[in-house]
């Protein structure tokens, strides 16, 4: 019998640098919603003047919860923004020591 573990966050903050800004701010959160990552704007942001979407195609700028296209599990422009194998690989010794 095999079961799949929990994953290790339920939720993440999604961080942007807006252009001519010298600091990052929160743009948004990303939620496990079964086998899914969905991704909303918060409300702070939206309520910049100089807020922007992340990707118009896929994230358009509104305060509606998004789902990733069929056949993916998270929106593609946030798994574009990750770390790759590497850099993953480096978080994950980073916690848990190995």
Do not use: H
């Not at 999604?14 to 704007?41: R, T």
């Not at 309520?47 to 998004?66: C, D, H, M, Q």
């Not at 194998?85 to 978080?91: E, F, K, L, Y």
């Amino acid at each position: 019998m095999t079961s799949k573990s929990a994953p290790l966050f339920q939720e993440a903050y999604v961080w942007i640098w807006l252009p001519g800004e010298v600091e990052p701010v929160v743009a948004g959160k990303l939620e496990m919603q079964g086998e899914v990552i969905s991704f909303i704007y918060g409300q702070s942001y939206l309520g910049r003047k100089n807020a922007i979407s992340i990707f118009e195609k896929e994230l358009p700028l509104n305060s509606k919860i998004v789902l990733p296209k069929p056949g993916l599990s998270i929106a593609g422009s946030i798994r574009d923004s990750a770390p790759d194998a590497w850099g993953r690989r480096v978080i994950l010794n980073r916690i848990f020591g190995k």
